[in-house]
């Protein structure tokens, strides 16, 4: 099977901009996670969907969104970028929604100017 | 509330020797508990799991780990330590009472000397 797929890997913004990233999960997996890696935070949960639903978000600003579509394809919007927001965007797809092992995508490198 | 501490922020270890990182956890219910590798630039990758099995859990590359309740761990072991060990590697713990969200712990860099 193919594994977790992001795209685009790279990406340059400038302040104010918004932007929007890709995820899709492995064949099958219906829970997609997103995640926010940044060398003073760490790794940082973002939200997870299941079925189209939003059914946890961390502790995020609203101006981090995201949605699921039928396929279970996954986006995340982030709105009014900030310099903060530079980061590593990690996507995860598990099989359910239970506690079962997470598989992560390469992640999406966003950099703020 | 659910929570990983990862005892050392950097470990470092000669080629052949054996590997300690450890793991402590924090969970209100029976926990799940995973060790995850990153080489840099890369996403996460699966070591292992424990989800109330076996409490000795073998995974890839000759890393396993052990659950101990009575000390609330989970440290990752290698018994020889080979130079593509190098890298980042973060603990995880999710249990059913926040479904499938991950914490993780604020990982371990590994540094293996020829």
């Known amino acids: 099977k193919a594994g977790v797929t992001q795209t685009p890997r790279y990406l340059i913004k400038t302040r104010g901009q918004q932007v929007t990233l890709s995820c899709s999960p492995i064949s099958g997996h219906r829970s997609v996670s997103w995640y926010q890696q940044t060398p003073g935070q760490g790794l940082q949960f973002l939200f997870e969907y299941f079925s189209e639903t939003q059914r946890n978000k961390g502790n995020f600003p609203g101006r981090f969104s995201g949605r699921q579509f039928s396929n279970s394809r996954s986006e995340m919007n982030v709105s009014t970028l900030e310099l903060g927001d530079s980061a590593l965007y990690l996507c995860a797809s598990s099989l359910d929604r239970t506690a079962y092992e997470q598989y992560f995508g390469p992640g999406t490198r966003l950099t703020v100017t | 509330a659910q929570s990983v501490t990862q005892l050392d922020s950097h470990v470092s270890v000669s080629e052949g020797t054996p590997v300690l990182l450890r793991c402590n956890y924090s969970?209100?219910?029976?926990?799940?508990l995973f060790w995850y590798v990153q080489h840099p630039n890369k996403g996460l990758q699966l070591l292992l799991k424990?989800?109330?099995?076996?409490?000795l859990v073998k995974g890839i590359n000759g890393f396993e780990a052990e659950f101990k309740k009575s000390e609330t761990s989970f440290h990752l072991t290698k018994p020889s330590a080979h130079m593509s060990d190098a890298a980042e590697y973060f603990c995880?713990?999710?249990?059913?009472?926040?479904?499938?969200?991950?914490?993780f712990g604020t990982g371990t860099s590994l540094t293996v000397i020829p």
């Open positions: 424990y989800t109330s099995a076996a409490t």
């Open positions: 969970s209100s219910y029976s926990p799940s």
């Open positions: 995880v713990v999710s249990d059913w009472d926040t479904g499938n969200q991950f914490y």
